[in-house]
C-alpha cells in the first residue's frame, strides 16, 4: 500500500500473485493489473506521463490520457438525461465518475474501498477492490437519495483497456454465430464471430471498432490469451450486468493494440437511447443496487 495525498495520490495492493495500482484522487483509475509470477503488466498506459489533475465535469475523455480501467457511468457516450427529475440535463462523454475527485473510505494491504457523489445527479458510487490469490474483487454499490421521486435510469459500463501484445486473443464462454459491430451507431450491423478476436488482424491500423454480443447472449466471461500463455480472464455479475460491450483500438486513441472488454448493464452506448428502448436497469430510491466484476490472472494457457 502506498502513495502521497491528494489528487496524484497511487495507492498500490499486491500479493504474490497480481499488483494492482490505483489513482485513488481522480477517477479512481485503476492504472497498473500486473501478473506478479511472469510480470505481464495487462492495462494499457498513456501515450505520455498520466495526468493526475482535476478535469472539467465536462471533459471529453478521448481528449485526455486515455488509458488504464475506469467506471463510465451514468453513460458512455454524451446524452442528455431521459427523464424527470433530470430531464434535458447533459451527461458527459464517458459519464461524470472518471473526471472526479473520490474519497478513499477504507485501505488495507490488500483492499481499498472508494466512494464518490455525483456532481449532478442524486445517487453515491461505491466500489471496493480486494485481492483475493490472483483474482481482483470489484464490489459495487450505487444509491440513489431517499428522496427523488422516480427511479432513476442510469448506465454502467466497465472500462478496462487491456493492452495487447502480437496475437493476444479474445476468447468468449458459450456458443455464437453472430455480434453486433456498433462502430457507427447509425449503422448496426450483424457480423460473422469468427470464434475469437485480435486486434491486429481484426482492425485496421489507425482505426477502432466497437462490438456488443447480441442482447440474449449468455457470455459469462471473457478471457485474453497471450501467445506465451499468459492470460487474463473477467467474469461478472450477469443478473445486473446481462450485455457484453467489446471495443478494440489499434492505435486510433491509445498506446498500441488495446482491447476493452466492457460489461454492462444498458444496451447500448447512450443512455437516452438504453433507457427508450427500456434496456437499462432503474436505480429505485433509497434502495442500494450492488453487483460485482472479478479479474483473475494466469499463465501456462494452450
Not at 466512494?115 to 459495487?140: H, I, K, N, P, Q
Not at 459491430?181 to 485480435?198: C, E, F, K, P, R
Request: aromatic content about 8%.
Amino acid at each position: 500500500m502506498s502513495g502521497d495525498q491528494g489528487v496524484d495520490r497511487r495507492v498500490t495492493l499486491s500479493n504474490d500473485k497480481i499488483s494492482v495500482t490505483v489513482l485513488a484522487g481522480r477517477g479512481a483509475r485503476v492504472t497498473n493489473v500486473r501478473n506478479v509470477i511472469d510480470g505481464r503488466e495487462w492495462l494499457s498506459q498513456a501515450r505520455g506521463a498520466t495526468r493526475a489533475v482535476r478535469l472539467e465535469s465536462d471533459a471529453t475523455f478521448t481528449e485526455t490520457d486515455h488509458c488504464g480501467w475506469d467506471e463510465m457511468f451514468p453513460s458512455v457516450d454524451a446524452c442528455t438525461y431521459p427523464s424527470d427529475p433530470y430531464l434535458g440535463m447533459s451527461v458527459p462523454d464517458h459519464g461524470e465518475l472518471w473526471s472526479q475527485p473520490w474519497d478513499v473510505v477504507e485501505e488495507t494491504e490488500s483492499s481499498l474501498s472508494q466512494r464518490v457523489r455525483s456532481s449532478r445527479f442524486a445517487y453515491t458510487f461505491e466500489r471496493t477492490l480486494r485481492l483475493e490469490g490472483a483474482t481482483l474483487r470489484c464490489d459495487y454499490r450505487c444509491q440513489v437519495d431517499a428522496g427523488v421521486e422516480s427511479a432513476l435510469p442510469l448506465l454502467w459500463a466497465l472500462h478496462s483497456q487491456f493492452q495487447m501484445v502480437e496475437g493476444t486473443r479474445l476468447a468468449l464462454s458459450g456458443r455464437r454465430s453472430t455480434v453486433l459491430d456498433t462502430s457507427s451507431s447509425d449503422n448496426v450491423v450483424a457480423v460473422a464471430w469468427a470464434g475469437d478476436l485480435v486486434v491486429q488482424r481484426d482492425v485496421e491500423p489507425g482505426s477502432d471498432r466497437m462490438i456488443y454480443l447480441q442482447p440474449d447472449d449468455d457470455a459469462e466471461d471473457a478471457t485474453l490469451v497471450d501467445p506465451s500463455g499468459s492470460w487474463l480472464r473477467v467474469a461478472w455479475d450477469r443478473s445486473f450486468a446481462p450485455y457484453l460491450g467489446i471495443w478494440a483500438d489499434h492505435g486510433r486513441y491509445t498506446s498500441g493494440p488495446v482491447m476493452a472488454i466492457e460489461p454492462t448493464n444498458g444496451f447500448f452506448d447512450e443512455l437516452a437511447r438504453a433507457s427508450d428502448n427500456k434496456m437499462v436497469t432503474l436505480f429505485r430510491p433509497g434502495e442500494a443496487t450492488t453487483w460485482w466484476v472479478e479479474v483473475t490472472l494466469g499463465e501456462g494457457a494452450r
